[in-house]
């Protein structure tokens, strides 16, 4: 079993920066790639960014690229998302996620554990 456990989330001006971590316990975590995700209110949960095991690999979304940055401490089970120059379209609750080992690193299916989310708001 795993657990992951968000935090760092919090309401901010257009244009600051937040740093989201997620911390995860159990067997899991071990060499697994991990994900963010998102999702607004009335919205589908969406993919942010991901890093494989090693952090030799990052995926992002294309309305975060630039901006977000993704990165993990594997000795301490736990990964971060760097948000840089937020802007209120990023406001959502923010989901961090294990991903299970097939299918694309996009697709919220390819993931089987979640965390139970913090929320991110942006102000213009």
């Known amino acids: 079993q795993v657990q992951l456990v968000e935090s760092g989330g919090g309401l901010v001006q257009a244009g600051g920066s937040l740093r989201l971590s997620c911390a995860a316990s159990?067997?899991?975590?071990?060499?697994?790639?991990m994900g963010w995700f998102r999702q607004a209110p009335g919205k589908e949960r969406e993919f942010v960014e991901a890093?494989?095991?090693?952090?030799?690999?990052?995926y992002s979304a294309d309305s975060v690229k630039g901006r977000f940055t993704i990165s993990r401490d594997n000795a301490k089970n736990t990964v971060y998302l760097q948000m840089n120059s937020l802007k209120p379209e990023d406001t959502a609750v923010y989901y961090c996620?294990?991903?299970?080992?097939?299918?694309?690193?996009?697709?919220?299916?390819?993931?089987?554990?979640w965390g139970q989310g913090t929320q991110v708001t942006v102000s213009s």
């Open positions: 996620a294990a991903y299970r080992g097939y299918g694309s690193v996009s697709f919220k299916a390819s993931y089987d554990y």
């Open positions: 159990g067997r899991t975590f071990s060499g697994r790639t």
């Open positions: 890093i494989s095991w090693r952090g030799e690999n990052a």
